[in-house]
């Protein structure tokens, strides 16, 4: 069997490739992942509850299927993924970086999860979150902060900030994240990985613990693009459990980078101006300036775009995500299941408070607040309307910038490099505003990836975001892919 | 700062909408970080936008003709009660187990 050092230059391909020729099964790929994750999960504190006799039975199980429908046949042979907490796999603890949820099991199985399985693949672990995915650093856990692979005094961004670290730390070839404002992109922005968010409905949400219902996607995390196309030819497709799911129009997306010749050559790339103003970090400008350079070089036109209403992006979405939040999480209320307070001779409704204000942490109850009070009476139209009419504003911004004659719009992911942890945890708007550049996306229900594109002088990870029309994740794809093969970041890992 | 006056009182009645129960110092700490944020969202007040007054998000956002997907009216098995039970905190039998409402 390949050593743990070979192990951490594996992808999915060459896992797949690996287990097709019977170099090795699915059982022996988890036990050399896990004695990576011994090493360095703790000290990153990526991992939460999946333990290893549980990881190598769903391996064994993953060796039994493909041993049954013949490696050809599944497209995800012997692959091991982490699964950000707020996916149920059923029979496993469910937190969502909790309290709350600290010791719930959930009790089915996410469509994602049965997709992955079916095709071959096997869940290794659970990774940490910030908590109910609100957060842009995974440092709102109630299992403690992430660390970022790269420089350990870092965040790892966030929410999927346990994923992004995890995969860069070549923990699994591949984690699920879920995006609702860049949850994915931003991480791996951060950590140097590709995070891919499909157009909204592409994925279904079933198994998802609810976040902003408009606005969540799942979304696979690699280390290269080819990876992640793989993970999304499986997780594609329309749930009857899921009725904002539906049928993409295309499927196949790692077939078309295979039989792409043209890459770059033909499009035309737009450079929204309101991204590259002096907001942006002087270090991520200056990758990014590179990195336009790199794709005009590969044969695309670029043309500066407006999006005029984008500034307003981040005010609707904290008031949109909030609002949809407060009713997601009126559930947890300590009577069917989570956490109830152990304060006696308690009325009903005092049952409900405490257990809510015991078991949620800061971040979460001030969202919930907010979200609550942009729909009170009297607040409704002045806040919650007229965010879904400004929603609406950039939606048709962004369609008039590709109905200008943009394939692709190419952005920063995040407007600064890594921070340093509890750095913007006083601020509660300069957390907020790290989103600035994956927001709208969400908001007009656009694909989006995030490849790495750069680092800064002290070595940490720069991401570039390239955005395509609705149900073009073909097109996004090929350009990503077409930038990662005229580069090099992506093959670099940190030095654990 | 906010053009809503954001102070305790109004704190306290969002908590209490939310079915949240804050300390003191909790709502002191809400109402300055609430205000923040608020001032910030207060900025789409400053957009002009003409989608006049039929164009809503549940019926409009999916574009003209967009339908909400149905499916056949099928019985199908549903959670058993014994696992939708084996998490609950307090139960008796098959009921979940709350403080007396009712005198």
Not at chain 1, 80 to 103: A, F
Not at chain 1, 446 to 460: Q, V, W, Y
Not at chain 1, 475 to 495: C, D, M, V
Request: glycine share 8%.
């Amino acid at each position: 069997m390949t050593t743990a050092n070979e192990s951490a230059q594996f992808t999915i391909k060459s896992i797949v490739d690996g287990v097709r020729s019977s170099k090795f099964s699915a059982t022996e790929v988890a036990a050399v992942y896990l004695d990576r994750t011994r090493k360095f999960a703790s000290r990153l504190n990526c991992n939460l509850h999946l333990d290893d006799i549980a990881a190598l039975s769903e391996a064994k199980a993953a060796d039994q299927r493909i041993k049954a429908a013949g490696s050809g046949n599944l497209p995800l042979a012997g692959v091991p993924v982490l699964v950000k907490d707020n996916i149920c796999v059923k029979g496993s603890k469910t937190t969502c970086g909790s309290r709350i949820l600290e010791n719930y099991v959930a009790t089915y199985d996410a469509t994602v999860i049965q997709r992955l399985r079916e095709a071959g693949a096997f869940v290794i672990g659970k990774v940490n979150m910030d908590e109910f995915a609100m957060g842009s650093s995974n440092e709102n856990s109630a299992f403690g902060p992430v660390r970022n692979p790269w420089n350990e005094e870092y965040v790892p961004g966030g929410s999927s900030g346990g994923s992004a670290a995890a995969v860069a730390a070549r923990l699994a070839p591949v984690a699920l994240g879920s995006d609702t404002g860049g949850s994915i992109r931003q991480p791996a922005s951060f950590c140097g990985i590709v995070g891919l968010k499909p157009t909204y409905g592409t994925v279904s949400r079933y198994g998802l613990v609810a976040f902003g219902s408009s606005l969540d996607q799942i979304g696979p995390m690699t280390t290269t693009v080819e990876d992640a196309a793989l993970m999304l030819d499986v997780l594609a497709g329309a749930d009857s459990h899921d009725s904002t799911s539906v049928k993409h129009p295309d499927g196949g997306f790692a077939k078309a980078l295979l039989a792409d010749k043209h890459g770059f050559s033909g499009m035309t790339i737009g450079i929204p101006e309101e991204f590259f103003d002096s907001g942006l970090d002087p270090e991520v400008a200056a990758c990014l300036e590179q990195a336009i350079a790199v794709v005009q070089k590969a044969g695309a036109k670029t043309k500066r775009v407006r999006l005029p209403n984008i500034s307003y992006s981040v005010a609707a979405y904290y008031v949109i995500a909030t609002a949809e939040a407060s009713a997601n999480l009126a559930r947890f209320d300590g009577i069917r299941y989570g956490y109830r307070s152990a304060e006696k001779n308690l009325s009903l409704k005092e049952v409900y408070r405490k257990s809510r204000s015991e078991g949620f942490g800061r971040e979460v109850k001030q969202r919930i607040m907010l979200g609550t009070f942009v729909l009170s009476s009297g607040y409704y139209d002045a806040f919650y309307s007229k965010a879904n009419k400004v929603r609406e504003l950039i939606s048709r911004d962004f369609a008039a910038a590709f109905d200008s004659g943009c394939d692709l719009l190419l952005t920063p992911t995040s407007p600064t490099p890594p921070f340093k942890l509890g750095e913007k945890l006083s601020d509660p708007l300069a957390m907020y505003l790290s989103d600035i550049c994956t927001i709208g996306v969400n908001l007009a229900d656009l694909p989006g990836i995030s490849i790495p594109c750069g680092r800064t002088k002290s070595g940490l990870p720069v991401g570039m975001q390239l955005i395509a029309p609705k149900f073009n994740e073909k097109k996004l794809l090929i350009g990503a892919n077409a930038y990662e093969r005229a580069t090099e970041w992506h093959k670099a890992s940190p030095n654990l | 700062m906010s053009k809503i006056k954001v102070d305790r009182e109004l704190v306290r009645k969002v908590a209490d909408l939310a079915q949240l129960s804050l300390s003191e110092q909790e709502i002191g700490m809400y109402e300055d970080r609430l205000s923040k944020v608020l001032s910030y969202v207060e900025q789409l007040d400053q957009v002009h936008e003409s989608l006049g007054n039929d164009w809503r998000p549940d019926t409009s956002r999916g574009g003209p003709g967009a339908v909400l997907p149905e499916r056949a009216d099928k019985v199908v098995e549903s959670l058993p009660v014994e696992e939708a039970m084996r998490q609950a905190p307090a139960r008796i039998g098959s009921a979940f187990q709350v403080p007396r409402i009712i005198e």
